[in-house]
Every structure is written in structure tokens, then in C-alpha cells.
């Protein structure tokens, strides 16, 4: 069965790592926190490892994996021609919540991890257990958020249990992630450098650094390639329908009144400041900021599941700063639907 072990106290000690480590050395996966989310990680040159990331998943396995490194001189044994804008955004912003898309170099990662692409997304991620045990390891580590495919990613360590109990081994848990969604996924193998996947870090703050950057608006915005247009924009979802609704306590009053007439049952996702609204369920984005939004968004779509809601009403936020990843997550997870789309 599946172990959680709590990594609170003395993270910078070796020895808490031995088992994690055996195993992945033995080329089973483990799940470990980063600043972002929680990630399910294999040792990226083993082919056998990374399939059994895939497998845990459930996931298809044409959907490219990043590559975790725990020290910048590790960059040079992976990828090659490392654009200036490459080194500049490394310097700036690692570890922290960036992935670099380079050029991959041939035969020493898995090509398990890059789908047979020619590049590969590193990232150094800015989490104590993370570095900690990318170091004691000494290996790259490749790894996919750790939720079952198309869940809301995983912020916490028991939210990992929940999903792939029985098929992992063992659950670092380091608590809460802080920034509760995924890293910026940003490609500078292109013309011009272009985000593949808003996140922690903002078009602005990596502007500052590299100058223009291309970000294509949120219905461009893919996981990997969508087969049907209905599975298009499902990712990130609970059970019951999401619906989007605007941060308005008219709008809110309003939607609750409609449902409860049509007899159905609704959970409300919304800033603390909307807890009394009389929805069947309130799961709180916190203080009405982005950062508590983000910290909050998961855990909020992830907790529907517990009840036996009918649907799920979701406020939404403005496109700036972290509101760019949030709303591409938000997006995905109501399939961009509005609640005024279902009456
Ligand atoms: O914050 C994060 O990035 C977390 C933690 C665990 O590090 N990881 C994560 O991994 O979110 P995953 O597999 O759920 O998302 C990886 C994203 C996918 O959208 C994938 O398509 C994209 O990165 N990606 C990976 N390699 C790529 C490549 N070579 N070219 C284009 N996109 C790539
Ligand atoms: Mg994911």
C-alpha cells in the first residue's frame, strides 16, 4: 500500500530521503511537494520509470513530461544550444515556478519523457523537499503533476493519497504547495519566446527580463493536442459541471435562487466574502486576491467531489498577473461554460 511520510521537520537531512530515493533508484515513482503543485516523479533516463509514471496516471502517454533539476550545472548534461534568453530567464527565475522548453540532446533522457519531441521542459523547482531530494538523488527527475489524469492537480499531500492510493509507493507529504497552480511553461526554442502555459510567473515579470513575449489568448492555450472538440477544454474537473460566474453578489443571489427553483443543488466557489450566500456547499477561495485564488482553486474543485452536488458555480477573476493561469485553469475546468449558458 501507499505511504505518506510527513517531511515537516528536518528537510535538509540526507537520511529523510534514503527511501525515496531507493525507490526511484530501483525505477518506481514517488510524489513529492514543489511550490506549485504536487509532482509524481520517476528518474528521467529510465524508459520503465516513466511509463510508470503514465500508467499511475492514467494518462496518455503523448502528452510531454518536465524534467526536474536540482542544480543549474545539471542544465548542459540535458539540453544543448542554451539560448542567452534561456540563461537570462534560469538566472532570473530558478528555482521557482518556470519551465524552459530547449533543444533536447539526443540519447540521455527517456524518449518516454519527451514524447518524441526534439525539445524538453526543464525546471528547478523552489520547494525544500523538492531540492532536497533532487540532490540526494543526484538524477533528473521527470515529473506530471500527481493527480489522476484530468483531476484538479494536487496541492496537498493528502489530495495525492485520494487520487493514487494502492498505485504509488510513497507520498512525501511537505504540506500545503503555496502557489497552488502549475509552472509558467514558456518555449525559447521559437522566434519569438512564446508561453505555452500561464503560471506562477507572469508574461510581465519574464518581459522585464528577455523583452517581448508571445502569449497566445486562453482558447488557444492546449495541452497537448485535443482529439474531440468536447474533450477539448476538460482538465481540472469535478464530477459535477462547472459554471463560470462574475464575482457579484446580485449575479450570485440570482444563480443560487434559479437553481434551488429547478430543485437542484449547487456548491458555490467564491472569495471568503461570499460564505453566506445560501448555496448548498462554500468552498473558499480565501481573501479575495489572486494569490489566495490560486493557493485555493484546486482544493476548492477538489473538495466537490465529497458532496452530491448538482453543479458547481465558480466566480472568476481579471486576466492580469497570476489572473492569466488561473483563469486558463478555471477555463479548462468549466469547459468555458457561463452559468447564464444553461438556462
Ligand atoms: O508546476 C509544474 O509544472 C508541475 C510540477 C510537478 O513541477 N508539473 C506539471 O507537469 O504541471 P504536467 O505534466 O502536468 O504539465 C506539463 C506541461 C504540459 O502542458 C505539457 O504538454 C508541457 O508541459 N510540456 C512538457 N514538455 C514539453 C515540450 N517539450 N514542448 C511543449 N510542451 C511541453
Ligand atoms: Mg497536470
New binding site residues.
Given amino acids: 500500500d501507499t505511504i505518506r511520510k510527513n517531511m515537516d521537520k528536518d528537510v535538509n537531512n540526507v537520511k529523510n530521503y534514503q527511501q525515496a530515493v531507493d525507490l526511484l533508484k530501483s525505477g518506481e515513482v514517488v510524489a513529492?511537494p514543489?511550490?506549485?503543485?504536487?509532482?509524481?516523479?520517476g528518474i528521467a533516463t529510465s524508459d520503465a520509470a516513466v511509463l510508470k509514471i503514465y500508467e499511475a496516471k492514467g494518462?496518455p502517454s503523448d502528452?510531454?513530461?518536465?524534467?526536474?533539476i536540482g542544480t543549474i550545472e545539471e542544465v548542459e548534461h540535458y539540453v544543448t544550444n542554451i539560448s542567452d534568453q534561456a540563461k537570462q530567464c534560469m538566472a532570473a527565475f530558478w528555482p521557482g515556478?518556470l519551465?524552459i522548453?530547449c533543444e533536447?540532446k539526443e540519447n540521455v533522457l527517456s524518449t518516454k519523457?519527451?514524447?518524441g519531441?526534439?525539445?524538453?521542459?526543464l525546471?528547478m523547482?523552489n520547494h525544500p523537499v523538492?531540492l532536497g531530494l533532487l540532490r540526494a538523488l543526484g538524477e533528473p527527475i521527470a515529473?506530471?503533476?500527481?493527480?489522476r489524469s484530468g483531476k484538479p492537480?494536487p496541492t496537498e499531500g493528502i489530495h495525492v493519497e485520494e487520487d493514487l492510493r494502492g498505485r504509488i509507493p510513497l507520498i512525501l507529504d511537505g504540506g500545503a504547495t503555496g502557489?497552488g497552480?502549475?509552472?509558467?511553461?514558456i518555449?525559447l526554442t521559437l522566434q519569438i519566446p512564446t508561453i505555452?502555459?500561464p503560471?506562477?510567473v507572469t508574461k510581465d515579470m519574464i518581459e522585464a527580463v528577455i523583452g517581448p513575449v508571445n502569449e497566445p489568448n486562453h482558447i488557444e492555450q492546449?495541452?497537448?493536442a485535443p482529439k474531440a472538440p468536447g474533450m477539448k477544454y476538460k482538465h481540472y474537473s469535478p464530477d459535477a459541471p462547472v459554471y463560470l460566474i462574475e464575482k457579484n453578489e446580485a449575479a450570485i443571489k440570482e444563480a443560487i435562487d434559479k437553481i434551488h427553483a429547478q430543485h437542484k443543488t449547487v456548491a458555490l466557489l467564491a472569495p471568503e466574502l461570499y460564505a453566506n450566500e445560501q448555496a448548498d456547499y462554500f468552498f473558499s477561495f480565501g481573501e479575495d486576491t489572486q494569490a489566495d485564488m490560486a493557493a485555493h482553486l484546486f482544493q476548492a474543485l477538489r473538495a466537490c467531489d465529497a458532496t452530491t452536488v448538482d453543479l458547481v458555480l465558480a466566480t472568476v477573476t481579471s486576466l492580469d498577473g497570476m489572473g492569466s493561469a488561473i483563469m486558463n485553469r478555471l477555463e479548462k475546468a468549466a469547459g468555458n461554460q457561463w452559468f447564464h449558458a444553461i438556462d
Avoid at 497552480?181 to 511553461?185: M, R
Fill in positions: 513529492f514543489t511550490e506549485t503543485v504536487y509532482g509524481l516523479g494518462r502528452n510531454p513530461l518536465i524534467v526536474h515556478p519551465t522548453i533536447v519523457v519527451t514524447a519531441l526534439k525539445t524538453v521542459g525546471r523547482p523538492a515529473a506530471p503533476s500527481a493527480n492537480s502557489i497552480v502549475e509552472s509558467t511553461v518555449d505555452l502555459r503560471g506562477g492546449q495541452e497537448g
